[in-house]
């Protein structure tokens, strides 16, 4: 049964896609901890993490490439296939995201990338960041469009703390130049990593509807 | 003879594809016009532009999802196929950069977001960028593998320039945080946008031989 040996292998393709979605989500928990703690080790750990993403995303690509010179596809399953290859971008760079942040922990350490003053606020990101792409994970396994829709509002609360952090750094920043910069480059690796999570929660309803979400 | 109708449409998509990446060579090209002239009408053209560069993409991966309804591809013209919603992706994300870049402008118009200082610096960040795009719209054109193996090095003279930008952040900047956040950000967005030049350079090559380059 050709059919069947192919709907086997959606579902090892859907299944490695949740294992990247749940290692990238993973990595910036783990990134955040390192930089909220001056840990060198574990920051180490995340930038060694980020080539087996790399590698994930080879072994998906490469099943979804092998699948569509099966046979042309229904168009559910085509529209699957397409999302994939999308999806699989969008988490690789997550992966580059928390490595990233790594690096950053890194380079100052034993210091601290970010002042303690400005350590609740980079709490907050990170939370709403981590809890965005465990939610992204669940929403690759359930297909629920509901919580693909509802995605955008955790970015929202992503867009406010950005802003409150711009407000922070306009008002009343003693730290100097550098913290300035890697306070600023922080925040845009975990607007971006949220930005993806929401971009996948788009492909979601995309492979289920068909419909195309508007883009920035 | 189905056969050559579904070369006509990869011909199509491919004339897509370079159109698409002449647009967001462009916009860079302007936006960086925008960015060192202080100039919000320039920057708002950039902004409004964007809209169709998101449409294009729509329109070429809908192209890309019809011929895959079509017949089991070959090898060569599924690969190109595969690389082609990935370069949509690069091309799109390069046009959100150019806006960007004219959004800063934009937010400090009719002020000047980049110190006068530091404008012969964004000058040439601008120039690399934009000869970049310009290679690589080329590449998109001729497949030259040797050209798309190149796009590297002008790479690390991106690289080298971002690394002299933060040399001068960090050694005597008396322009205050604000100014220096935008520094950050701008240098950040044209870094960014070649990294996707890059990317659809290494697309070429697979699309030619079936290559994966390494990934950061």
């Given at each position: 049964m050709v059919r069947d040996d192919f709907h086997d292998r959606l579902a090892e393709l859907d299944a490695g896609l949740v294992v990247m979605a749940r290692t990238v989500t993973d990595m910036m928990g783990r990134a955040s901890r390192a930089l909220l703690t001056a840990d060198a080790e574990l920051a180490r750990q995340i930038i060694e993490a980020d080539a087996s993403v790399n590698q994930q995303r080879n072994t998906v690509d490469d099943q979804v490439a092998e699948l569509m010179t099966i046979r042309p596809p229904m168009a559910g399953d085509l529209r699957f296939m397409l999302a994939a290859i999308r999806i699989t971008g969008d988490l690789e760079r997550m992966g580059d995201l928390a490595k990233h942040v790594a690096k950053i922990t890194l380079l100052r350490a034993p210091g601290a990338a970010v002042p303690a003053e400005a350590a609740p606020m980079f709490t907050q990101l990170a939370e709403v960041a981590v809890r965005m792409a465990t939610k992204m994970t669940q929403i690759l396994g359930t297909r629920d469009q509901l919580d693909a829709t509802q995605l955008s509002l955790d970015d929202d609360e992503m867009d406010a703390l950005r802003k409150r952090m711009f407000a922070k750094l306009f008002s009343d920043?003693?730290?100097?130049v550098e913290a300035a910069v890697d306070f600023t480059l922080l925040g845009r690796f975990y607007e971006r990593y949220s930005d993806h999570a929401v971009n996948i929660a788009h492909q979601v309803v995309y492979l289920v509807t068909g419909d195309v979400q508007l883009r920035d």
């Open positions: 920043w003693p730290y100097g």
